[in-house]
């Protein structure tokens, strides 16, 4: 166990230090993790989730036809026209990313948002990273608020049974979304005085037209459908991959049948996708993978119980705030899964009702990794757009924005939970 630990600290500050080589790093470390034995090559392909993987290529392929479609930046002029100022266009964009990623994957959401902020940006000439690094947050905050909106989320429905209208009051109580639009309510606020100082003045001269809708409509249906495949009972775990990927292969199809040429679009999309954010978060579900194997995850959840002692506030406090600094630098998806039993464990070991244990997991895990670069899929997949497009933000960068409103939504989130659930 100590040699698991030791390697994974020393990648997650290689992963700090030296971020333009984050995938690198990633990959080499899951091979040392195999090679070393941590964890056995058998388990190396289930290690990854497939279903995150493919969701996130599929939509990045639809994003591609979606940004051909001129459709990002129309909605670019109609947020610029209405907004006042640059502050308030970014503010527009964090809302409708959180209107989005309540429905849709917090990654995907990012996918679909960003294009309209890197539009944005260019017509008002101005840097795109603090937009889109605010999307990014936001879009990981809105992401706990239903069933459909994060993996997490989708985590917890499946381990308790709960189903998409159980986020929105549970056992005759005020779910999970009412308690993260309270903390974005309080999150817009802190933003706004972070970005305070982007006054400038915005202006629009000429409206983008459109003129092909169907990748729109594939958006759509994508958020459609992944909503209805909450509903389904049993169904294969890559579900929602496979809608992604579905609706892609299709946005590619009706587009070679409008040229006449099948080759060219499908090379052209598959280009679009980003290979190196996929591989990175691939490495990154070995490297968990390897820890969890050698015990780490599971000793440190046994520790939550001894220091507690046994006291429901105690543990509740302990659970939601490691979770948040857990988070900051372990993806928060096996860090999640490896925690439902044991929350559960905790709450039949204390004879209490489970139901506040998991919300303060799922506060803490969820919206603390936005702490970090590292710390969430959406936040990885943010910088790799930023990255693609000629722009390196630094750690100091992100967390100008990330901590400040991390710390105001799981406060709020970690107050209102504990008062509706004791």
Same mark, same amino acid.
């Given at each position: 166990?100590?040699?698991?630990?030791?390697?994974?600290?020393?990648?997650?500050?290689?992963?700090?230090?030296?971020?333009?080589?984050?995938?690198?790093?990633?990959?080499?470390?899951?091979?040392?993790?195999v090679?070393?034995?941590?964890?056995?090559?058998?388990?190396?392909?289930?290690?990854?989730d497939?279903?995150?993987i493919?969701?996130?290529?599929?939509?990045?392929?639809i994003?591609?036809?979606?940004?051909?479609?001129?459709?990002?930046s129309?909605?670019?002029?109609?947020?610029?026209?209405r907004?006042?100022?640059?502050?308030?266009?970014?503010?527009?964009?964090?809302?409708?990313?959180?209107?989005?990623?309540?429905?849709?994957?917090?990654?995907?959401?990012?996918?679909?948002?960003?294009?309209?902020?890197?539009?944005?940006?260019?017509?008002?000439?101005?840097?795109?990273v603090?937009?889109?690094?605010?999307?990014?947050?936001?879009?990981?905050l !809105?992401?706990? /608020?239903? &069933?459909?909106?994060? @993996?997490?989320?989708?985590? $917890?429905?499946? *381990? #308790?049974?709960?189903?998409? =209208?159980d986020?929105?009051?549970?056992?005759?109580r005020?779910?999970?979304?009412?308690?993260? !639009?309270?903390? /974005?309510? &309080?999150?817009?606020? @802190?933003?706004?005085?972070? $970005?305070?100082? *982007? #006054?400038?003045?915005?202006? =629009?001269?000429?409206?983008?037209?459109?003129?092909?809708?169907?990748?729109?409509?594939?958006?759509?249906?994508?958020?459609?459908?992944l909503?209805?495949?909450?509903?389904?009972?049993?169904?294969?775990?890559?579900?929602?991959?496979?809608?992604?990927?579905?609706?892609?292969?299709?946005?590619?199809?009706?587009?070679?049948?409008?040229?006449?040429?099948?080759?060219?679009?499908?090379?052209?999309?598959?280009?679009?996708?980003d290979?190196?954010?996929?591989?990175?978060?691939?490495?990154?579900?070995?490297?968990?993978?390897?820890?969890?194997?050698?015990?780490?995850?599971?000793?440190?959840?046994k520790?939550?119980?001894?220091?507690?002692?046994?006291?429901?506030?105690?543990?509740?406090?302990?659970?939601?705030?490691a979770?948040?600094?857990?988070?900051?630098?372990?993806?928060?998806?096996?860090?999640?899964?490896?925690?439902?039993?044991?929350?559960?464990?905790?709450a039949?070991?204390?004879?209490?009702?489970?139901?506040i244990?998991?919300?303060?997991?799922?506060?803490?895990?969820?919206?603390?990794?936005?702490?970090?670069?590292?710390?969430?899929?959406?936040?990885?997949?943010?910088?790799g757009?930023l990255?693609?497009?000629?722009?390196?933000?630094s750690?100091?960068?992100?967390?100008?924005i990330?901590?400040?409103?991390?710390?105001?939504?799981?406060?709020?989130?970690y107050?209102?939970?504990?008062?509706?659930?004791?």
């Open positions: 166990m100590g040699l698991a630990l030791v390697l994974f600290l020393l990648t997650y500050i290689a992963l700090m230090v030296f971020s333009k080589y984050r995938a690198h790093i990633v990959l080499a470390s899951a091979a040392l993790f090679l070393l034995g941590i964890l056995p090559s058998g388990k190396v392909f289930a290690s990854v497939w279903n995150v493919l969701m996130i290529a599929g939509t990045m392929g994003v591609y036809l979606f940004i051909q479609s001129k459709m990002p129309l909605l670019a002029d109609i947020i610029i026209h907004m006042p100022s640059v502050k308030w266009v970014i503010i527009a964009l964090c809302l409708f990313a959180g209107i989005i990623s309540a429905f849709v994957d917090n990654v995907a959401t990012v996918l679909m948002v960003a294009p309209v902020a890197l539009v944005v940006a260019k017509k008002l000439g101005i840097s795109p603090p937009a889109i690094i605010a999307i990014a947050v936001s879009s990981n !809105q992401g706990a /608020a239903t &069933l459909v909106g994060d @993996t997490t989320s989708i985590l $917890l429905g499946g *381990y #308790t049974d709960m189903d998409f =209208l986020f929105f009051v549970y056992q005759g005020p779910g999970l979304f009412w308690v993260v !639009q309270a903390g /974005a309510l &309080l999150s817009v606020v @802190t933003l706004l005085f972070v $970005l305070r100082k *982007y #006054t400038q003045k915005v202006t =629009l001269e000429e409206r983008t037209t459109v003129t092909d809708f169907f990748p729109s409509w594939l958006l759509l249906g994508m958020v459609a459908m909503i209805l495949a909450s509903f389904l009972p049993v169904k294969p775990h890559i579900t929602n991959g496979l809608i992604c990927v579905g609706l892609m292969l299709a946005g590619i199809l009706r587009e070679a049948l409008r040229r006449k040429d099948l080759k060219t679009p499908f090379l052209e999309t598959v280009r679009e996708i290979w190196y954010t996929l591989l990175l978060l691939a490495g990154l579900f070995v490297i968990i993978a390897g820890i969890t194997e050698a015990g780490v995850v599971s000793e440190i959840s520790l939550f119980v001894r220091v507690s002692g046994g006291n429901l506030f105690a543990i509740y406090s302990l659970l939601t705030w979770s948040v600094l857990f988070s900051a630098f372990i993806d928060n998806i096996p860090y999640v899964a490896t925690m439902l039993p044991v929350t559960a464990g905790i039949a070991l204390m004879g209490v009702n489970p139901t244990l998991y919300y303060g997991l799922l506060c803490g895990a969820t919206l603390g990794g936005n702490l970090t670069p590292i710390g969430a899929s959406a936040n990885i997949t943010a910088l757009i990255r693609k497009n000629g722009y390196e933000p750690t100091g960068d992100f967390m100008k990330s901590v400040p409103f991390t710390l105001t939504a799981v406060l709020t989130g107050i209102l939970v504990w008062l509706i659930w004791m």
